[in-house]
């Protein structure tokens, strides 16, 4: 017996929208039963999980920082899918935007002015840009895998900013601490709600998500790359550079990523550290499948995925559930989702067949 | 007598399409029975349900006159049932007998396989040698792999789906012969085909199909070429009609080749080597060839997908342009079909509309970098109207139009860019009859205007037809082009296998 996904016929519309709403009841069906069998009260965790972030103004500003940056690796790395080109190291790019947008905050030290915030966002994007070039030039002189230059320059990147805050970079007041100077306050994204953290970042996130959304709906360039990615031959029976759309969607994904690594820096860091992500760059590869490559998509499913680290956080802070649990029980979130995702355009095939297929 | 093969009442249901209608056929022992019908008619759904790949909703298959069920290819091998399909599945880096041996119950000996193979090669006329690796294989010769592989398991029912698309006309002889000699030892052979003289000549009964229905069947011998086709398309075949006497060796030469030679990138593919060729203004120039001699390479070159070492080897307009990409080719009056529809020519998941704007970018339908959605729906509704397509609006998918319709779309989108140059890769192939009429009728249209055309195919009827000279490709070279009324089939027959070295001395 073997079983087969083979694509349906026609997609239902109902189905479309409905699979969400299966996949949370999945969800809730599933942390019941695992709640239960760890011997805690199921309903208070699926609670604590969904609900207790979004109760007061401080945790949904929380949730909007942390959708931030996931929103904008996300949005990038959006534009390279629907091309084909697979960008794996947003990570690195984001941390190379940090980088390059701590290093403009660091040299202004002293002489800083308005001008400096958006120099800084600007040289992130440079950044990012920079950083992802890399894989657009081997990719399009060499031919070589922009995935695996893309993921492993990310480690490049992390030790690169790793060596700058331990060395060069230590801020001379801070106590040998392995970080930076903090940004002055030229260097720091206002605060938008008075007690919260949160940030003008997200008004980039929501510029960078128009100026997508136009770019793949209304413009030449985004009707290229996704020939390019539906249909690689009838690009180049059109004329367009498959090269050109390497570039074009690497540039984007490694600018948006910049920014992000920027905005993260400006806003909820206001310093260099060994570490400033706890993975953005890699969960909005998920993001942005989780929202069908689709800039509304993407901008709800970073919310989710936000959700998904706050909740985890609140069960093991307030439930003393550890870090595992809370790991499975997002996996099996993303399961569902993912999984109704594909049945409403997919459907199973069982196949009985007494001998094996010859040919 | 009772038939190898009865189907009664065969229905099969798609989402918004029956693609068969309670469809009777009976195929009796040793007969050759032509199944005839456009494109969508419900063949392949038929020769799908008696190969046991397609389920039927309702109906029977009686075999031998016994009621049977056939749940997969390997239970109508099992039958004797044997199938060669118009792609062939075959490995190119194994050898002949390593490919028959796949395709075959396990537990054969490869040696005696391999002598079974030279035993039923020279009974049938289907010379091969088993040692042979495919890649070494002309297409012709695949398809004898191809044959034999079905031989080797002593079938009693042969599907043939369009055999000869492939071949030269005296490889298609030959098949003939083969088909003859299987069907006077008692095999039955169940023949799809649109080339109706084809039919014609080798058929003993045909059954027609028209959107899922049986609607005729009849003896081909008694037949036309012509009343058969009327009862595929169900009404009268519009006759193409030429605008010129073909006399345009006057007229100045729009597009020219000069000792054009271009390596393949691809090891199994064709090196293209010293082509020359001119097309003047207003002509129709035909490309014949076997399937696989280069074709696709050329028309890459034609089209700037490829871009060639010397700017000169291909002139267009008087100008060098062998190194210009198909963006600046299409700005200087280029129009270009590809062999491909879905894919390459279009889009599949794209709407027409987005489909237009595919290959009219440069028409005005981009400003200042954004798209003109107004402009490209209104001329993706006149491609529509003017060529007929039938598509439920311009807001279709492309992979939602019949093969038929999808090629009057991409002609359409073509042509309506009045180009001065056209370049057509197998335009009419797996078109219905009807359409592709149209499709001819505007190519002369369009070169009565001007336009130099150049037609890529393997039908030579058609390039009969259209033409005003002919060309023949063959292993990456290109004969000389002779004036339509001055060749023959025989003649271009034999330059397909590539005999064309002494013209070609004569020529220089």
């Given at each position: 017996?073997?079983?087969?996904?083979?694509?349906r016929?026609?997609?239902s519309?109902a189905?479309?929208?409905?699979?969400?709403?299966?996949?949370?009841?999945?969800?809730?069906?599933?942390?019941?039963?695992?709640?239960?069998a760890?011997?805690?009260?199921?309903?208070?965790?699926?609670?604590?999980?969904?609900?207790?972030?979004?109760?007061?103004?401080?945790?949904?500003?929380e949730?909007?920082?942390?959708?931030?940056?996931?929103?904008?690796c996300?949005?990038?790395?959006?534009?390279?899918?629907?091309g084909?080109?697979?960008?794996?190291?947003?990570?690195?790019?984001?941390?190379?935007?940090?980088?390059?947008?701590?290093?403009?905050?660091?040299?202004?030290?002293?002489?800083?002015?308005?001008?400096?915030?958006?120099?800084?966002?600007?040289?992130g994007?440079?950044?990012?840009?920079?950083?992802?070039?890399?894989?657009?030039?081997?990719?399009?002189?060499?031919?070589?895998?922009?995935?695996?230059?893309?993921?492993?320059l990310?480690?490049?990147?992390?030790?690169?900013?790793?060596?700058?805050?331990?060395?060069?970079?230590?801020?001379?007041?801070?106590?040998?601490?392995?970080?930076?100077?903090?940004?002055?306050?030229w260097?720091?994204?206002?605060?938008?709600?008075?007690?919260?953290?949160?940030?003008?970042?997200?008004?980039?996130a929501?510029?960078v998500?128009?100026?997508?959304?136009?770019?793949?709906?209304?413009?030449?360039?985004?009707?290229?790359?996704?020939?390019?990615?539906?249909?690689?031959?009838?690009?180049?029976?059109?004329?367009?550079?498959?090269?050109?759309?390497?570039?074009?969607?690497?540039l984007?994904?490694?600018?948006?990523?910049?920014?992000?690594?920027?905005?993260?820096?400006?806003?909820?860091?206001?310093?260099?550290?060994?570490?400033?992500?706890?993975?953005?760059?890699?969960?909005?590869?998920?993001?942005?499948?989780?929202?069908?490559?689709?800039?509304?998509?993407?901008?709800?499913?970073?919310?989710?995925?936000?959700?998904?680290?706050?909740?985890?956080?609140?069960?093991?802070m307030?439930?003393?559930?550890p870090?595992?649990?809370t790991?499975?029980?997002?996996?099996?979130?993303?399961?569902?989702?993912?999984?109704?995702d594909?049945?409403?355009?997919?459907?199973?095939?069982?196949?009985?067949?007494?001998?094996?297929?010859?040919? | 007598?009772?038939?190898?093969?009865?189907?009664?009442?065969?229905v099969?249901?798609?989402?918004?399409?029956l693609?068969?209608?309670h469809?009777?056929?009976?195929?009796?022992?040793?007969?050759?029975h032509?199944?005839?019908?456009?494109?969508?008619?419900?063949?392949s759904t038929l020769?799908?349900?008696?190969?046991?790949?397609?389920?039927?909703?309702?109906?029977?298959?009686?075999?031998d006159?016994?009621?049977?069920?056939?749940?997969?290819?390997?239970?109508?091998r099992?039958?004797g049932?044997?199938?060669v399909?118009?792609?062939?599945?075959?490995?190119?880096?194994?050898?002949?007998?390593?490919?028959?041996?796949?395709?075959?119950?396990?537990?054969?000996?490869?040696?005696?396989?391999?002598?079974?193979?030279g035993?039923?090669?020279?009974?049938?006329?289907?010379?091969?040698n088993?040692?042979?690796?495919?890649?070494?294989?002309?297409?012709?010769?695949?398809?004898?792999?191809?044959?034999?592989?079905?031989?080797?398991?002593?079938?009693?029912?042969?599907?043939?789906?369009?055999?000869?698309?492939?071949?030269?006309?005296?490889?298609?002889?030959?098949?003939?012969?083969?088909?003859r000699?299987?069907?006077?030892?008692?095999?039955?052979?169940?023949?799809?085909?649109?080339?109706l003289?084809?039919?014609?000549?080798?058929?003993d009964?045909?059954?027609?199909?028209?959107?899922?229905?049986?609607?005729?069947?009849?003896?081909?011998?008694?037949?036309?070429?012509?009343s058969?086709?009327?009862?595929?398309?169900g009404?009268e075949?519009?006759?193409?009609?030429?605008?010129?006497?073909?006399?345009?060796?006057?007229?100045?030469?729009?597009?020219?080749?000069?000792?054009?030679?271009?390596?393949?990138?691809?090891?199994?593919?064709?090196?293209?080597?010293?082509?020359?060729?001119?097309?003047?203004?207003?002509?129709?120039?035909?490309?014949?060839?076997?399937?696989?001699?280069?074709?696709?390479e050329?028309?890459?070159?034609?089209?700037?997908?490829?871009?060639?070492?010397?700017?000169?080897?291909?002139?267009?307009?008087?100008?060098?342009?062998?190194?210009?990409?198909p963006?600046?080719?299409?700005?200087?009056?280029?129009?270009?079909?590809?062999?491909?529809?879905?894919g390459?020519?279009?889009?599949?998941?794209?709407?027409?509309?987005?489909?237009?704007?595919?290959?009219?970018?440069?028409?005005?339908?981009?400003?200042s970098?954004?798209?003109?959605?107004?402009?490209i729906?209104?001329?993706?509704?006149?491609?529509?109207?003017k060529?007929?397509?039938?598509?439920?609006?311009?807001e279709?998918?492309?992979?939602?139009?019949?093969?038929g319709?999808?090629?009057?779309?991409?002609?359409?989108?073509?042509?309506?860019?009045?180009?001065?140059?056209?370049?057509?890769?197998?335009?009419?192939?797996?078109?219905?009859?009807?359409?592709?009429?149209?499709?001819?009728?505007?190519?002369?249209?369009?070169?009565?205007?001007?336009?130099?055309?150049?037609?890529?195919?393997?039908?030579?009827?058609?390039?009969?037809e259209?033409?005003?000279r002919i060309?023949?490709?063959?292993?990456g070279?290109?004969?000389p082009?002779?004036?339509?009324?001055?060749?023959?089939?025989?003649?271009?027959?034999?330059?397909m296998?590539?005999?064309?070295?002494?013209?070609?001395?004569?020529a220089?």
């Open positions: 017996m073997q079983l087969r996904l083979e694509p016929q026609s997609t519309r189905m479309q929208y409905a699979s969400p709403l299966i996949a949370a009841g999945l969800t809730i069906i599933a942390g019941i039963g695992l709640f239960g760890l011997g805690t009260d199921p309903f208070l965790a699926l609670y604590t999980f969904f609900i207790q972030p979004l109760t007061s103004t401080y945790s949904i500003a949730l909007i920082i942390k959708a931030t940056p996931l929103l904008l996300a949005l990038g790395l959006m534009v390279g899918f629907r084909n080109v697979w960008n794996i190291g947003a990570e690195g790019q984001l941390t190379i935007g940090a980088i390059a947008s701590g290093g403009v905050a660091l040299a202004a030290y002293g002489s800083e002015g308005p001008w400096l915030l958006p120099l800084m966002l600007i040289a994007a440079l950044g990012g840009m920079a950083w992802a070039s890399i894989p657009a030039v081997l990719k399009t002189r060499f031919n070589a895998n922009e995935i695996l230059v893309s993921l492993m990310t480690y490049v990147a992390i030790q690169l900013l790793g060596h700058l805050v331990h060395g060069p970079w230590r801020s001379p007041e801070g106590f040998n601490f392995p970080e930076t100077r903090t940004f002055g306050d260097g720091i994204l206002p605060i938008l709600v008075e007690g919260t953290r949160l940030h003008a970042g997200i008004f980039v929501l510029a998500l128009i100026a997508v959304w136009v770019l793949m709906s209304r413009t030449f360039q985004g009707f290229k790359i996704t020939v390019a990615g539906q249909a690689p031959a009838a690009a180049g029976y059109a004329g367009f550079s498959a090269k050109g759309v390497v570039w074009v969607s690497l984007i994904s490694g600018a948006t990523a910049g920014l992000a690594g920027t905005v993260e820096v400006m806003g909820t860091i206001q310093q260099l550290q060994p570490v400033i992500s706890p993975g953005y760059g890699f969960a909005a590869i998920i993001v942005a499948f989780l929202g069908r490559l689709h800039p509304v998509g993407v901008l709800l499913a970073s919310l989710l995925m936000s959700l998904m680290y706050l909740g985890g956080e609140s069960l093991q307030n439930m003393n559930l870090l595992a649990v790991g499975v029980f997002q996996g099996l979130l993303l399961f569902f989702v993912l999984g109704s594909v049945l409403t355009r997919y459907r199973i095939r069982i196949i009985r067949d007494a001998q094996p297929e010859t040919h | 007598m009772t038939p190898q093969l009865e189907l009664t009442g065969i099969k249901q798609y989402p918004g399409c693609a068969n209608d469809v009777d056929l009976a195929v009796m022992p040793g007969e050759i032509a199944l005839l019908g456009e494109n969508g008619a419900g063949k020769v799908k349900i008696i190969y046991g790949v397609v389920k039927p909703d309702s109906g029977e298959i009686r075999w006159g016994h009621p049977v069920r056939i749940d997969n290819p390997n239970a109508a099992a039958r049932i044997g199938m399909f118009q792609h062939f599945n075959l490995f190119e880096t194994l050898t002949v007998a390593e490919n028959i041996s796949l395709g075959i119950d396990p537990g054969h000996d490869l040696s005696e396989l391999a002598s079974e193979i035993e039923i090669s020279t009974r049938y006329g289907l010379p091969i088993p040692h042979q690796h495919i890649h070494d294989l002309s297409v012709g010769e695949r398809q004898r792999v191809e044959i034999i592989r079905c031989l080797v398991q002593h079938p009693r029912l042969l599907i043939m789906d369009e055999p000869t698309s492939v071949l030269t006309p005296q490889e298609v002889e030959k098949l003939f012969e083969t088909l000699r299987l069907a006077a030892e008692g095999c039955s052979i169940l023949y799809i085909s649109h080339k003289d084809e039919i014609k000549e080798l058929c009964a045909a059954t027609v199909l028209r959107l899922g229905k049986v609607t005729a069947r009849c003896t081909p011998a008694e037949e036309t070429p012509k058969l086709a009327e009862m595929m398309i009404s075949l519009p006759v193409t009609r030429k605008a010129s006497d073909g006399s345009t060796a006057e007229a100045e030469a729009k597009l020219e080749v000069r000792d054009l030679s271009l390596p393949s990138p691809d090891p199994l593919g064709t090196d293209l080597s010293r082509i020359n060729l001119t097309v003047r203004e207003g002509e129709v120039m035909g490309i014949a060839g076997v399937a696989g001699n280069g074709q696709k050329f028309l890459s070159a034609l089209n700037g997908e490829r871009r060639v070492a010397d700017a000169g080897m291909i002139r267009i307009a008087g100008r060098d342009s062998g190194t210009s990409g963006e600046e080719r299409r700005q200087m009056g280029l129009a270009f079909v590809p062999e491909e529809r879905l390459r020519g279009s889009v599949p998941e794209m709407p027409l509309t987005l489909n237009t704007l595919l290959t009219c970018y440069h028409k005005d339908l981009v400003k970098g954004f798209i003109d959605f107004a402009g729906a209104s001329r993706a509704t006149e491609i529509r109207e060529f007929d397509v039938r598509s439920s609006g311009i279709a998918e492309a992979k939602s139009l019949s093969g319709n999808l090629q009057k779309f991409i002609m359409g989108r073509e042509i309506l860019q009045d180009p001065e140059f056209l370049i057509l890769g197998y335009p009419t192939w797996g078109v219905d009859v009807g359409a592709a009429a149209t499709i001819r009728q505007a190519i002369i249209d369009l070169a009565a205007g001007g336009t130099s055309v150049v037609v890529v195919s393997e039908d030579l009827d058609e390039l009969f259209i033409c005003d060309a023949v490709i063959a292993e070279r290109l004969s082009a002779r004036t339509t009324s001055e060749t023959s089939v025989e003649e271009l027959g034999l330059w296998s590539g005999q064309f070295e002494a013209e070609v001395r004569d220089a």
